[in-house]
């Protein structure tokens, strides 16, 4: 028998999750099937029961499904229940766990792959909507110096600031601020990490070019295009990576939850350029 996985979300044709799961089972000789499934906005949990009656394993899941992937649950993660959102669900009979993988993916492709350690670092995180909840947790357990929260509005950045603040990961020695994007203005960072959707829209960001600090990196989560923010990035002299690395390796760390196996990433993500 060939365990079955899947991605749901709506839309999902263009999701490459299966090029990279397919690749993944083949380097580490798992014997499996992957595949996009397309859920109807209305019937998310039908959808996971009947997978489940089917035998499953697992799925992994995409917008808009996340926040009600975490609700659907009978146990969820410290990662999950951080981002109050899930992007795994691991099945065990009838039984459901939701774990989030993003923030994961996102630390371990700029310190490892990008080679940029967040220990002791000045971090800045763009937006505080649902992208930048999910890497939160993450963030902190990579021990930044300065994590400073900057949104559209105030109110969610000092909620999320608050929040993080609060959290048994953040030591005593990093500091956590939410502020406006105008607020940056004086501001530096050695890394800077877009976790809005303004890319979706071609839209520049209203922050200060001085942000970037010399031999920042910066991130966004966006993959497949020239960002407005990259570009802003680029003409200050940052280095400047886009999220397909934190696509491949959230990947990475889903197959490690449902396989008890880690694929080697980096072949992967030179694959996936390449395409």
């Not at 992994?60 to 990662?79: G, I």
């Not at 295009?225 to 990947?251: C, K, S, Y």
């Amino acid at each position: 028998m060939v365990d079955k996985y899947a991605v749901l979300g709506n839309p999902i044709a263009h999701s490459k999750s299966p090029v990279i799961h397919e690749a993944f089972a083949k380097q580490t000789q798992q014997s499996l099937s992957y595949e996009r499934i397309l859920a109807p906005l209305d019937a998310f949990a039908a959808t996971v029961q009947d997978l489940i009656a089917k035998g499953y394993k697992g799925v992994n899941v995409t917008v808009p499904f996340k926040f009600e992937a975490y609700t659907l649950a009978h146990e969820q993660s410290v990662r999950a229940s951080s981002a109050g959102a899930a992007n795994t669900l691991i099945f065990d009979g009838q039984k459901i766990a939701a774990d989030n993988t993003d923030g994961a993916g996102l630390v371990r492709d700029i310190e490892q792959n990008l080679e940029v350690p967040l220990s002791g670092k000045r971090v800045l995180l763009l937006g505080a909507g649902g992208a930048a909840e999910g890497v939160l947790q993450p963030m902190l357990a990579a021990n930044p110096a300065l994590l400073v929260i900057a949104n559209r509005t105030l109110d969610k950045a000092l909620a999320m600031a608050s929040k993080a603040a609060a959290s048994t990961i953040s030591s005593s020695s990093i500091t956590v601020t939410g502020c406006t994007f105008k607020d940056l203005q004086g501001q530096q960072f050695d890394v800077v990490i877009n976790a809005t959707s303004a890319g979706l829209t071609d839209t520049a960001l209203p922050i200060s070019d001085t942000v970037f600090a010399d031999g920042c990196l910066a991130y966004d989560m966006m993959y497949g295009r020239e960002t407005p923010f990259m570009a802003q990035a680029r003409a200050n002299g940052a280095r400047v990576a886009d999220g397909l690395g934190m696509l491949v390796e959230q990947a990475a760390e889903a197959f490690y939850l449902w396989r008890g196996v880690r694929p080697q990433t980096r072949p992967v993500i030179e694959m996936m350029r390449a395409l």
